[in-house]
């Protein structure tokens, strides 16, 4: 309940979760972002705001 894992949980646990480990899944090597976005419906949104924050901090170290 604690930890789910793709490789060795059910999906039946997934909602009673608490964590979710995004660990690669040796069975589809399939790379860990793009198992993330899967997974995790939330992903894309927190990936774009991470992503916008990381611009906009970018931007004022340069100055600009």
Do not use: H
């Amino acid at each position: 309940e604690w930890l789910w894992c793709e490789s060795w949980c059910g999906n039946t646990t997934k909602s009673r979760a608490k964590t979710i480990d995004l660990c690669n899944n040796p069975m589809t090597k399939e790379p860990k972002l793009q198992g993330a976005r899967r997974i995790v419906k939330e992903w894309p949104g927190y990936d774009e705001q991470v992503r916008s924050f990381t611009v906009t901090v970018e931007a004022i170290l340069a100055g600009e």
